[in-house]
């Protein structure tokens, strides 16, 4: 299919951008910080058997407790959106070792209570195992009793229907018509739990927005469109715009989009699946759609953008500077002097093990003149 030109799936005037920009998961300041803030602790199965259910009970309340704090931060720096980490609750939706979480009840509604006190938007995006056209029944019960666990904690924050669940198709298997049949077929078995949280989102490998669409048209899904690789979308992407929004205008809910850009020097499809530290452009959108940057700086990245198109202030104590892409007019504007910290693999805590969206990070903190330069952790 003939490709339009890289220029044209860009936001022709970005700083009229009048959505809510966020980030996923993990926040890179407080994750450096010690202690280290962060909402995806958990444990290996065998610490279980070893220690008990009330062992990872007790990291999934730190990682609420965590929870609260970065939505905190996050107001405090002008971010109202963001992907909570799928984590939280670690094996929450294992065959053997699942629980309820009655026992966080409390902790998830102060977390609900907070992000309306502060109007942000929470979304969660459980993990690409998740497969609802998988031809293997096993796989289907794992992925509804794993779906299920995402929209008890939804609810149980009492969020409004903005904050949704995000999966992909999936598979093709070899047939993908035959995987969208399946696919149909079983969300038509979902509870409405589930249904009112689920959102699907395009992909750059099985399903296009052209697979997608008509599907979300019939059962009634939000589309989630993945502008993965601004300029090889299909020329006719963006004609698809208003329709792809209203699958979101029609259950009353603000639209929702991805937006990534490949690593610098990416020339294959897997090398250009792989998120740069930051993008430097907005897509297309409308007014009304939240953007998720996509980016492994994951806050900076939403930085770069308040500064880039003055969308919003942003605290030289929280702006890392980048000088490989800070145009010449941000860099002379600074007050305050970066300090870079060499890129390092994120430590590992006790018992843990990070989210998988977490890679290498590169850990450079800004201070003022009169503090002390920081040490590498």
Request: include cysteine; charged fraction near 30%; hydrophobic fraction near 35%.
């Amino acid at each position: 299919m003939k490709q339009k030109p890289a220029g044209r799936f860009v936001h022709p005037n970005p700083r009229n951008y009048k959505g809510r920009l966020g980030y996923a998961c993990l926040n890179t300041i407080l994750r450096h910080q010690k202690p280290p803030v962060f909402c995806s602790r958990t444990c290996r199965i065998e610490t279980i058997r070893q220690k008990g259910i009330d062992f990872v009970k007790e990291l999934a309340l730190q990682n609420v407790r965590d929870l609260s704090t970065l939505i905190e931060w996050n107001e405090a720096h002008g971010i109202k959106f963001m992907r909570m980490s799928s984590d939280i609750f670690p094996f929450a939706g294992h065959k053997d070792y699942g629980y309820s979480l009655d026992f966080a009840k409390s902790e998830l509604e102060s977390i609900g209570e907070l992000a309306a006190k502060y109007k942000h938007r929470l979304t969660l995006h459980p993990g690409q195992f998740n497969q609802l056209g998988s031809p293997n029944p096993d796989v289907v019960e794992n992925t509804i009793r794993d779906l299920s666990y995402h929209a008890e904690m939804l609810d149980l924050m009492k969020l409004p229907p903005d904050s949704i669940m995000i999966i992909h198709m999936g598979g093709v298997y070899g047939d993908k018509a035959s995987a969208i049949a399946r696919f149909e077929e079983n969300y038509k078995n979902l509870t409405d739990a589930i249904k009112r949280r689920l959102v699907l989102e395009n992909d750059e490998l099985g399903y296009s927005v052209t697979d997608l669409l008509p599907v979300c048209q019939r059962l009634g899904i939000p589309l989630v469109l993945d502008c993965i690789n601004p300029g090889e979308a299909s020329e006719t992407l963006l004609d698809l715009l208003p329709a792809i929004d209203e699958t979101w205008h029609r259950k009353g809910i603000k639209p929702k989009q991805h937006y990534s850009e490949s690593r610098p020097g990416a020339v294959s499809a897997v090398e250009r699946r792989a998120h740069s530290d930051r993008v430097m452009n907005l897509p297309p959108s409308s007014d009304d759609v939240d953007l998720m940057i996509e980016a492994k700086e994951k806050e900076q990245a939403v930085f770069q953008l308040y500064k880039l198109f003055d969308l919003y202030p942003v605290d030289d104590d929280v702006w890392i500077a980048n000088k490989k892409v800070v145009p010449k007019s941000i860099k002379a504007n600074k007050r305050k002097k970066a300090v870079a910290v060499k890129t390092q693999e994120d430590a590992v805590v006790e018992n843990t093990v990070v989210e998988e969206e977490e890679e290498t990070i590169v850990g450079m903190r800004t201070r003022s003149r009169s503090r002390k330069k920081t040490k590498k952790a």
